[in-house]
């Protein structure tokens, strides 16, 4: 009923795709449709922390926002479309989308709204952590939301400055490649080699070591280490430890981001890494001061 409802605009769509958008299509469903569903989901590999089907869905997530920027970029225009892409995917996964908008910038001619695209993915997930910890660990969110909102005003305060500087144009992006697999089967990879020290930390520290044990699992997904937190005992650690060790997390993340910036993007991700690394200082001397009252 929706498509019947929808018919003309989903003409006006379809009139607008070329060969190569159909062709970019039908890529990504393979990807998506074709692999993820086949793939065990169990644990294997070294200490069993390969999941075959969550490790091809980072490439799904990586790919895929690479496709919603090309696909945001030819209906809104490039620096618009790259502004869309990185809200939608920032509230998700703003690694993927990094990743993604890097990847691009690095292969373009000239810097375009990517580095503004990231600062702002950031400040998104900025936002996403106290939504995440009133879920699944409420006892922490008072003192979370304390330590991430000076660097929610400088991600965001980047974010714009960065897109004033963009290039003005709001013509669809140059054709070129939308589907980056090779880029994301790499990102896959390091996302595997990750796992494999998080479960070894786990079993390494046990219950002594959280505050290490949410960093490291943080530094690949915050979302991750939020989960682990509400999980444990509500006496296993203070909530403003808890809340010290997330911030912590995020740092380790964000340097995970920065430095996936300054490779994929070469030379061009300088402006962005500036604009991250600005919002970890200011979440870093939150933390300091919040260190002096344990």
């Not at 796992?195 to 390494?204: D, F, K, M, S, T």
Request: hydrophobic letters at 60%.
């Amino acid at each position: 009923m929706a498509l019947l409802a929808l018919r003309q605009e989903l003409h006006g769509f379809v009139e607008r795709l070329d060969a190569d958008d159909v062709k970019a299509l039908a890529r990504y469903a393979i990807i998506a449709g074709a692999i993820l569903p086949f793939l065990p989901n169990g644990n294997y590999g070294p200490l069993g922390a390969w999941n075959p089907q969550r490790l091809w869905l980072v490439v799904v997530l990586v790919t895929g926002f690479s496709f919603l920027g090309y696909v945001a970029n030819r209906i809104f225009g490039e620096r618009h479309g790259t502004i869309a892409t990185a809200l939608i995917g920032g509230a998700y996964s703003s690694t993927a989308v990094t990743q993604a908008l890097a990847t691009r910038l690095g292969r373009e001619a000239k810097a375009g709204a990517e580095p503004a695209g990231i600062a702002l993915a950031t400040g998104v997930m900025y936002l996403r952590v106290p939504v995440l910890m009133a879920l699944f660990a409420t006892r922490a969110l008072p003192q979370i939301s304390i330590l991430i909102l000076p660097a929610v005003v400088v991600a965001c305060a980047a974010a714009l400055w960065l897109y004033r500087k963009a290039p003005k144009s709001n013509a669809p992006a140059q054709p070129g490649n939308p589907i980056a697999i090779v880029p994301a089967l790499g990102f896959a990879v390091f996302v595997a080699a990750a796992a494999v020290a998080a479960a070894w930390a786990q079993g390494r520290f046990g219950q002594s070591g959280i505050a290490v044990l949410l960093l490291i699992v943080g530094s690949m997904s915050v979302d991750t280490a939020i989960i682990t937190l509400g999980g444990l005992p509500p006496d296993a650690i203070s909530p403003l430890l808890a809340a010290i060790a997330i911030a912590g997390t995020i740092i380790g993340n964000m340097a995970v981001k920065i430095g996936i910036a300054l490779v994929y993007a070469r030379g061009k991700g300088v402006s962005s890494a500036l604009a991250m690394t600005a919002s970890v200082v200011a979440l870093a001397i939150m933390i300091g001061l919040a260190w002096t009252r344990l």
